[in-house]
């Protein structure tokens, strides 16, 4: 598993610097978005970003209160259990897993 900067990440709000940066604490830089696409998609990115560890934790939350007890993947229906799967997936390329 690899290691990511524990959250919660923030972004800085324009025009408090000239890029978008998204940050963990003081002085710890996660992303700079430097880029040429139109201003929406730059800030949909960032957002995308700061939100990151908030999304991997909700997958992780999710997958332990769907199957996360004894007999609970018996009892799910076969779109659960698909929902489950993508679930975990999705833990495993955040994480650095190889799927």
Known sequence: M???TQGPWHRNIKPATKYNVVFAG???HIAKLET???SDG???NCNLI???PDLLEV???AVERLAGYDGAW???SPAQRSLVNLLKETIQKAEGNKI
């Open 74 to 76: 018996e009892a799910l």
């Open 36 to 38: 040429d696409l139109p």
């Open 2 to 4: 690899s290691k990511h």
């Open 26 to 28: 003081r002085n710890t």
């Open 42 to 44: 730059v800030e949909g």
């Open 50 to 52: 700061a939100t990151a």
């Open 59 to 61: 997958c992780k939350v």
